[in-house]
């Protein structure tokens, strides 16, 4: 079956520090993915997805992520976090490419000031 | 072009009780699937319809149920209500069958007493 594993369920960055949040998925060929963005009492905002094509994939609000399909991973980051930044972050799959959704657990992220 | 909506945004019921959301999904967008999240749970998957079609279920009991209309506008439906259903259920929509992405609405929140 598939999943899709994220690293730390809580993570705090200094305000213009690196932001790093991981993902892992479990597929035997490389699915589509996604990492969506919910702020509070709001819905998910897709920030970025991968396909095909280019392995390193920019979206929106300067954040952009890495597939790698030895490693099985779709981490995100962003060079510089904002206090804007603070929010849930998830991870999700398409597998079959195209197919249903799996969604990791989601990552908290916090901006200290 | 509008976003995916979602009424209503609240909802209080008692338990044993059923209920109906409704979900537009955004203009042009024939695919709407329906996600319970849950503290405990995150995001589960519950259904997925396609011009009028269930192509997908989530491993929910029968008492969760949908339907799509032919305008693509979708209803999901709960019966006898248990506390644990208290949850926020995201809507979903799609252009097409294959998910290139998926676009969310703000939610229902659903408190069960």
């Known amino acids: 079956a598939q999943s899709v594993t994220q690293l730390g369920s809580h993570v705090s960055v200094s305000e213009g520090a690196l932001v790093l949040l991981r993902c892992n998925y479990s597929s035997s060929v490389p699915p589509y993915l996604f990492w969506y963005v919910q702020y509070p009492n709001q819905g998910l905002q897709l920030l970025l997805k991968y396909t095909t094509g280019a392995t390193l994939v920019k979206g929106i609000n300067g954040f952009e992520a890495e597939f790698k399909k030895s490693e099985t991973s779709f981490h995100l980051t962003k060079p510089s976090a904002h206090m804007s930044d603070a929010a849930e972050y998830f991870c999700a799959v398409s597998d079959p490419p195209g197919n249903q959704f799996y969604f990791g657990t989601g990552t908290s992220l916090t901006v200290i000031p | 072009k509008a976003g995916v909506t979602q009424t209503p945004r609240y909802l209080i019921k008692t338990r044993g009780q059923q209920v109906t959301l409704s979900c537009s999904p955004i203009?042009?967008?024939?695919?709407v699937s329906w996600y319970q999240q849950t503290p405990g749970q995150g995001l589960q998957f519950l259904f997925e319809y396609f011009s009028e079609t269930q192509r997908n279920k989530g491993n929910f009991p029968g008492r969760f149920s949908g339907r799509q209309f032919s305008n693509s506008r979708s209803e999901m439906n709960v019966s006898t209500l248990e506390l644990g259903d208290s949850a926020l259920y995201l809507c979903?929509?799609?252009?097409?069958?294959?998910?290139?992405?998926?676009?969310f609405g703000p939610g229902t929140r659903l408190t069960v007493t």
């Open positions: 979903a929509s799609s252009v097409s069958q294959v998910f290139y992405e998926q676009y």
């Open positions: 203009s042009g967008h024939r695919s």
